[in-house]
């Protein structure tokens, strides 16, 4: 491998880290936080990190990418609207009404529906493996909510989490279509957005 793409799975590594540790955590913070002041102040917090931490990413050229064009702003609306708002207040809510084990493992569901929507939306080829692993992981996010391990009214609230994680999924493939962008630009974009919202 070389060294960008160490680089890369390690981004990776931490990213799936720190999304993994940011459900218990905001789970906790909803106790005495309403959910869309929480929303804010996370995406505030964001903000303000992503634009000092910038300019060291560029000095360590960690980041190497094009600045957004005016084709790409259109893809950008819709990852604000999609990622940046509707996901994280969805996945808040549902957070208030669902224990976080259950909402963690709901949120496996964003894997499968970015490959759905990847195939059905954005006209991507989609194999046997993939809808192998869609139902696989489908049906064992099924199975968690239908055995009760959930303390929260029926399926409704469950749902709430399935819809941050479909919202999600929908922003993986609007992002794909510009990747070729600054990603600190973007995430400071989405997340100034965000908070002001």
């Known amino acids: 491998?070389?060294?960008?793409?160490?680089?890369g799975a390690a981004f990776a590594v931490a990213a799936a880290l720190l999304f993994g540790s940011a459900i218990p955590?905001?789970?906790a913070l909803l106790g005495d936080l309403?959910?869309?002041?929480?929303?804010g102040l996370l995406y505030g917090g964001s903000a303000i990190g992503?634009?000092?931490a910038a300019p060291l990413l560029r000095h360590w050229r960690v980041i190497e990418a094009a600045p957004l064009q005016r084709g790409d702003w259109r893809w950008v609306f819709a990852s604000v609207l999609a990622g940046g708002l509707a996901a994280p207040l969805l996945l808040l809510l549902g957070l208030d009404w669902t224990p976080a084990s259950t909402a963690s493992l709901l949120m496996n569901f964003e894997a499968p529906l970015t490959a759905v929507f990847a195939a059905l939306v954005f006209g991507e080829h989609v194999g046997r493996r993939v809808i192998f692993g869609i139902a696989a992981i489908t049906a064992g996010a099924a199975l968690i909510s239908w055995q009760g391990s959930t303390d929260s009214n029926g399926w409704l609230d469950p749902l709430v989490v399935v819809g941050s994680a479909?919202?999600?999924a929908l922003d993986n493939n609007i992002v794909r279509r510009i990747a070729h962008t600054?990603?600190?630009q973007?995430?400071?974009i989405r997340a100034i957005v965000a908070t002001v919202l």
């Open 25 to 27: 955590s905001s789970k």
């Open 50 to 52: 992503l634009v000092i």
């Open 182 to 184: 600054d990603p600190v």
């Open 1 to 7: 491998m070389t060294r960008r793409s160490l680089t």
């Open 186 to 188: 973007l995430a400071i």
């Open 166 to 168: 479909m919202a999600w």
């Open 34 to 39: 309403d959910v869309f002041l929480l929303t």
